[in-house]
């Protein structure tokens, strides 16, 4: 079964507008951190923001906020203000702490491009 | 933020060769390193979990005498693709974990790109 499941293969975004990337997320667990990464075309993945299971309230970045849902299992980023920059792949990921050690999974990642 | 790099960026080589793949990070020590391979418009796929001074972790399907890993010090981790074949060509990017109170996150090095003919 899938960890983590990103249903947008692709969004657009007109430039300075505000998006919201979905990502749920499958786990037993109650200890596991979910992150978010950019991979521009250069094939670089860039941290943006971290999501701990335990922490109540939600985790911000600049542009980048993180709509944590503990209940529904959903870790949606949202970038407010788009930028033209912003045209990349984003990955959804997450850390699961269990009695085997530590997984970190990704998802299969959504296409933003960002329209001037 | 935190940089890790990655040498060689890219790599060409005959089938049969074995190719060597640094993972640094320059700011921080890691104890836990993380390898993937990422195939053209796919996500990353965990290969192994490198922990210094002990052997890595590997994911199941991957085979651990074909990708050899060692963590030799808590800045660097390198990966020995043996006998590389043409089915082994593959972007790989390696990670270092960095844990600041509990605040934790992973750090990528920017990709080895290698085509085995």
């Known amino acids: 079964a899938q960890k983590i499941t990103q249903t947008q293969p692709g969004m657009f975004v007109q430039e300075k507008e505000a998006v919201t990337l979905d990502c749920t997320y499958d786990t037993s667990d109650q200890s596991y951190g979910l992150f978010w990464y950019k991979q521009p075309s250069s094939g670089e993945m860039i941290f943006l923001i971290y999501?701990?299971?335990?922490?109540?309230q939600n985790a911000t970045e600049g542009r980048y906020s993180l709509n944590f849902q503990k209940a529904r299992k959903s870790a949606n980023l949202v970038i407010s203000a788009s930028q033209l920059g912003d045209s990349a792949m984003y990955f959804c990921?997450?850390?699961?702490?269990?009695?085997?050690?530590?997984?970190?999974?990704f998802g299969p990642g959504t296409r933003l491009s960002v329209l001037p | 933020g935190a940089v890790v790099s990655q040498h060689p960026s890219w790599v060409i080589c005959k089938s049969g060769t074995s190719v060597k793949i640094e993972c640094r990070s320059l700011?921080?020590?890691?104890?836990?390193m993380f390898w993937y391979r990422q195939f053209p418009k796919q996500s990353l796929m965990l290969m192994a979990t490198s922990n210094e001074g002990s052997k890595a972790t590997y994911e199941q399907g991957v085979e651990k005498d074909k990708f050899l890993i060692n963590h030799a010090s808590l800045t660097l981790s390198t990966l020995t693709v043996t006998s590389a074949h043409p089915e082994d060509s593959s972007f790989y990017i390696c990670?270092?974990?960095?844990?600041?109170?509990?605040?934790?996150?992973?750090?990528f090095g920017p990709g080895t790109r290698l085509l085995v003919l």
């Open positions: 700011d921080f020590q890691a104890t836990t």
């Open positions: 999501q701990g299971s335990y922490d109540e």
């Open positions: 990670s270092a974990r960095r844990d600041i109170g509990i605040q934790e996150t992973q750090y």
């Open positions: 990921a997450m850390r699961e702490d269990n009695n085997y050690g530590q997984n970190f999974v």
